[in-house]
């Protein structure tokens, strides 16, 4: 008997390591990467990580259609690749395409634009106002206080 016929064939491992990549991609950028401007903005950490998890799933499929003495699970492979494909394109739609079509926010003030007087809690309960922020702060010599605001925009 041949040393080859007594092995067991097996599925490669680019194709355990290419799952990983192409699972963890979307997570990743939900949990870590979403809370960076520069992930979060173009995607690229993530986009990344699919394609070196969808060129791992391609490489499986060939390694178990070329070494078929070796390698098993051709239909395995050739399915956790069109899968791998899939999730990548829709993440790389929907980040790169869909965010595009939300809406336009009309309301928002315009960078350099003066904001809208408005009244807010602050951390002990009392209500203040943007124009006593911006008055002359206690004990600063008459100079005027600052404020800075930060908008963020959702879409549900």
Same mark, same amino acid.
Not at 22 to 42: C, E
Not at 46 to 55: D, E, H, Q, S, Y
Not at 64 to 78: L, P
Not at 131 to 155: I, K, N
């Given at each position: 008997?041949?040393?080859?016929?007594?092995?067991?064939?097996?599925?490669?491992?680019?194709?355990?390591?290419?799952?990983?990549?192409?699972?963890?991609?979307?997570?990743?950028?939900?949990?870590?990467? +979403?809370?960076?401007?520069?992930?979060?903005?173009?995607?690229? /950490?993530?986009?990344?990580?699919?394609?070196?998890?969808?060129?791992?799933? /391609?490489?499986?499929?060939?390694?178990? &259609?070329?070494?078929?003495? +070796?390698?098993?699970?051709?239909?395995?492979?050739? +399915?956790?690749?069109?899968?791998?494909?899939?999730?990548?394109?829709?993440?790389? &739609?929907?980040?790169?395409?869909?965010?595009?079509?939300?809406?336009?926010?009309?309301?928002?003030?315009?960078?350099?634009?003066?904001?809208?007087?408005?009244?807010?809690?602050?951390?002990?309960?009392?209500?203040?106002?943007?124009?006593?922020?911006?008055?002359?702060?206690?004990?600063?010599?008459?100079?005027?206080?600052?404020?800075?605001?930060?908008?963020?925009?959702?879409?549900?």
């Amino acid at each position: 008997m041949k040393e080859s016929e007594t092995k067991k064939r097996r599925i490669p491992r680019a194709l355990w390591l290419g799952l990983l990549l192409v699972v963890a991609a979307p997570v990743l950028f939900l949990l870590v990467f +979403i809370d960076f401007p520069v992930t979060r903005d173009v995607p690229w /950490a993530t986009l990344l990580m699919f394609a070196l998890g969808i060129g791992l799933l /391609a490489l499986s499929v060939s390694k178990a &259609y070329r070494d078929t003495a +070796i390698y098993r699970g051709k239909v395995f492979t050739a +399915i956790a690749l069109a899968l791998g494909v899939g999730l990548g394109g829709i993440f790389a &739609y929907g980040t790169l395409v869909g965010t595009r079509k939300l809406p336009a926010s009309g309301g928002a003030p315009r960078a350099g634009q003066p904001a809208p007087d408005f009244t807010l809690l602050d951390q002990d309960g009392r209500s203040v106002t943007l124009a006593e922020m911006l008055a002359a702060a206690p004990g600063s010599a008459g100079r005027p206080g600052g404020v800075v605001l930060v908008f963020f925009r959702g879409h549900w």
